[in-house]
């Protein structure tokens, strides 16, 4: 399986709460929607905790700010992702999406990547 992580950062004028609720309720339903289109196989959202839960264990660890969610979307295989650039309707409904995640993503300061799991424990 082939997966995308996308590491989040919400808009400034969004609280976290704000930013979590609206991904939740508006923005999965709408990946839902979609989710044949693209042949995704699996979405999963990670919701940070409080802001204020963070200090310690950032500073501990002497790591940067966190982020405000990630997102986890996996694929069967090459031939999905071949398909999602191709197929008119899966590029119509990422476009969609891209929509929707503008209204509450700082996609500048957002980073995603794919990559291939390797199952540890």
Known sequence: MIK???CLHRLSHLSRLEFQ???RETHAPLVKSVEQHLRV???????AMPEEMEGDLRR????PGGYDGVAELWW?????LAHIASDPDAIAAGRTLLE????FI?????PLFW???HTII
């Open 60 to 63: 501990a660890r002497g790591g």
């Open 4 to 6: 995308l992580t996308f």
């Open 41 to 47: 196989r699996r979405y999963v959202q990670l919701h």
């Open 76 to 80: 069967d295989g090459p031939e999905d």
């Open 106 to 110: 700082d996609l500048s300061r957002s």
């Open 115 to 117: 990559g291939v799991e």
């Open 21 to 23: 609720t609206y991904w």
């Open 100 to 103: 929707d995640e503008k209204r």
